[in-house]
């Protein structure tokens, strides 16, 4: 039984206890690799926008950029978290900000919908600007290349919806941020001005 299917046959209340408990393992808060970084000259992250046809290698598009790599979900006790990304998002892009959303159905099936229906609801219920990419695999052996080098960094893959990867204009990680870490939290905030 693989972890969704798992968490969906637990009783309600229970998700969130266990959710709450895998944050008390240890997990690394910045990036374990020697270099920690993700783009290079060599790096090709192809990936293509949210409900669009446009591809973009995140390395180049993004180059000389921090970014803020999250993966995200609609059906998520940290859904609301989008309006803090967002908010983040507009505050720093003038400085060289960019917020990169990556929706996810990995943990427990709680982005089960249709890009269409994602980009319609980030949109209309959080007024999402920055940008978002297609659906993803972000954790296990099938996830998405960008999240496997995000993953193998940090020392650890996301643990669960709305995990944060921070990465420099260098394009090298310099932090990984549990789901509790809000976007507006002072210590987010300040590891991002702190780059700028």
Known sequence: MDSNTFMQKLPPGLTMTLVAAMWLIPFAGHAQSDTGLICNEHSSYSKRQLNSKHIDNLCETYRGKVMLVVNTASRCAFTDQYDGLEKTYSRYRDRGLVVLGFPSNDFGNQEPGSEVKIKKFCRLTYGVQFPMYAKSRVTGEDADPFYRALADAAGTPP????????????????????????????????????LL
Not at 179 to 186: A, H, M, Q, R, T
């Open 159 to 194: 643990r669960w919806n709305f995990h944060k990867y921070l990465i420099d204009r260098d394009g090298k990680l310099v932090g990984s941020y549990n789901s509790f870490v809000k976007p507006g939290s002072s210590k987010l905030i300040q590891a991002i001005e702190d």
